[in-house]
Each structure stands twice: as C-alpha cells, then as structure tokens.
C-alpha cells in the first residue's frame, strides 16, 4: 500500500522508524526487534539505510520482512551521496521485486573520512527524486528540518531548496526531530505559505538515555527546551528514571502536537519495541479521536 494513500485517509497515523545491523551476525536480533515493533500495528514502519554501503543490503531484507510478516507497509530509506546513477537504479528494481513501494529519498550525510565515497554523481536529495519518479510508481517520501538543515546558510534558503526538492515529485515530508513543538508549528506556517502542501509527518525521539542525547545534539543542531534540559540534568545518568522521563516527554510532545491539528506523527523508536509499545499505550485512545 502506498503511504500517501494512509496520509490521505483523514486519521491520525503513528508510523515507528527502525534500523538495520551494520554486520550481518547482528541480522537475527535486529529482525526480531523490528517484529516486535511491527506487531504492535503501527500505520507504517520506516527502515533507515547506511549512507556509507554496508547495511544497505540489510535495509532490503528487513523492509521485506516487516511487509510479509505484518501486513504493515513499510518505507525504505535511500540515499544517494555515495552512489552512481547505476547503483541507484539497481536498488530501485531490487526494491520493486521485494514489493516495496515507498521510498523517503535522501541525499545522506557527506562522509567526512572517506572522501572518496563520495561519487559526485548526485549532489542534492533532489536528483534522486526526479530519477526515482521516472523510475516508476513509487510513493517518494523526503526530508526536512524544522529548524534548517545543518549545512544551511538560513532558514530561508532551507525552504527555498526544500520547495525545489517537493516539486521534484515528493508525496509526503518527514521531520527532524525537535524537541519544542512551537519550532514545528512556525516551520508548518512557513512551509505552508510558500505553497507545499503535501502532509508532513512530525519527527519524534523519545529520549531515554543520557548519552544518546549528547550525541543527537551535536550532529543535528537541535535546540533543547529549558523543560527538556532540566529533564536530562535531573535523570539523564540514572536510567530507568531517564527512560521514564523520556517516554513521558516524548507522549506529551505528541498530545499536544495531535491536539493542534498535526496528523502524523513518527516516532524514531531506535530498535526498542518497549519504547514503542508504552507510547502507543499511553496515546492509544487519544489516536482514535
Ligand atoms: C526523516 C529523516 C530520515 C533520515 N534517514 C537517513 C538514513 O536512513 N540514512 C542516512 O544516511 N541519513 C538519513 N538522514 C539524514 C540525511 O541524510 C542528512 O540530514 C543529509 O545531510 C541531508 O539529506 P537530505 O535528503 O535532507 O538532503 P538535501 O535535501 O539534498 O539537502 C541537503 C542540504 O543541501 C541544501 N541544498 C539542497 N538543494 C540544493 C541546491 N540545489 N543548491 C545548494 N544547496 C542545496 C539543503 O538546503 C541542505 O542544506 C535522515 C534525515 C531525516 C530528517
């Protein structure tokens, strides 16, 4: 099933992100995680993809599990900052002979070591999505940055990129994760005003350990609330309180997200089926409204 079709149906959806091993002896637990989630029943599940090779065979193999095991569709990450046009293609037809219709485009992380990773022969997110859409019908999901992609001047020039990029044929947008949802409101009045219409799904991390934190922050830039900082300072080095406080966080961020209009909601679970299970738990009722 396409994801844009759920996006359209007119409820709420709760979509749970996880990722693939980087070694193939890791592949058995990691796919009995990713069952676990997908068990729960969520609208559909996300599988990110190494932008550096590797694990990329993993993220395949695991999309097609979910699909065949659970019913639930399921969105494969790609990227492209390290691929050739061949590569590419080559993944697009692996990924339609496993059934798998949905794509989030990605340009992926420049890799900063190993330089020669880098193909030059795709630059922007962009590129990738004109030869997904002349690919074939896939439903192409893409990026975006409440608060500006880290390598961006300015906001402004984030937005006027991000417009090129949907117009480039992107069905649906997935955030970054924020921890303010006031950075989310204004980033949805912007990006509405200068004519993207297509549904967004709101990024959500439940935080639930000290050092995942120090590490999120630094590669993405995002800005931590005073509530949020009081939260980490107070349980971030005792960590069932931590994840206590982070599950809590996380389900308040989303009431209050389903509370003024935004519709979608994904939650990067990092492998964790608990996590996802006690924030499905606590929102179950509140979905159905
Ligand atoms: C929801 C989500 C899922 C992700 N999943 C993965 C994953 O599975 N694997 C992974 O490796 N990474 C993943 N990432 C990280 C992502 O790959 C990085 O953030 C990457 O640096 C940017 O990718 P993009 O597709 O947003 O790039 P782009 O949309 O290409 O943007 C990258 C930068 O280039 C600028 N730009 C765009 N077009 C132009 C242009 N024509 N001229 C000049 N500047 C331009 C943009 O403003 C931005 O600053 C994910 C990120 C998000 C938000």
Do not use: W
């Not at 303010?180 to 967004?200: A, H, K, M």
């Amino acid at each position: 099933m396409k994801i844009r079709d759920i996006l359209h149906s007119g409820k709420p959806t709760l979509s749970f992100e996880v990722f693939p091993p980087k070694t193939e002896d890791k592949f058995l637990s990691v796919s009995e995680v990713t069952r676990q989630i997908a068990a729960l029943g969520p609208d559909f599940m996300s599988v990110t993809y190494g932008a550096g090779g590797g694990s990329r065979q993993f993220t395949v193999q695991l999309a097609h599990d979910i699909q065949a095991a659970y019913q639930v569709p399921v969105l494969a990450h790609i990227t492209c900052v390290s691929s050739t046009r061949e590569q590419v293609r080559d993944m697009l037809e692996h990924l339609k002979a496993q059934g798998i219709e949905n794509v989030l485009a990605l340009r992926g992380d420049k890799p900063q070591n190993e330089p020669e990773q880098e193909t030059k022969e795709y630059h922007y997110a962009a590129e990738l999505i004109r030869d997904i859409r002349s690919a074939g019908d896939f439903c192409i999901g893409a990026a975006c940055y409440p608060e500006g992609h880290v390598e961006s001047q300015n906001k402004a020039e984030d937005l006027k990129y991000l417009k090129e990029k949907v117009e480039a044929g992107v069905d649906f947008l997935t955030t970054q994760m924020f921890f303010d949802n006031q950075i989310l409101y204004r980033f949805l009045y912007r990006i509405r005003e200068i004519g993207i219409t297509q549904p967004v799904c709101a990024g959500i991390m439940p935080v639930t350990n000290g050092k995942q934190m120090k590490r999120i922050g630094g590669l993405s830039g995002t800005e931590l609330p005073q509530r949020f900082k009081a939260i980490l300072d107070q349980y971030g080095t005792t960590p069932k309180a931590m994840k206590q406080a982070g599950i809590a966080y996380a389900t308040d961020q989303i009431i209050d997200l389903l509370a003024n209009g935004v519709r979608h909601i994904h939650v990067y679970t990092m492998n964790k089926p608990d996590i996802a299970a006690a924030i499905l738990h606590n929102i179950s009722e509140i979905l159905k409204v």
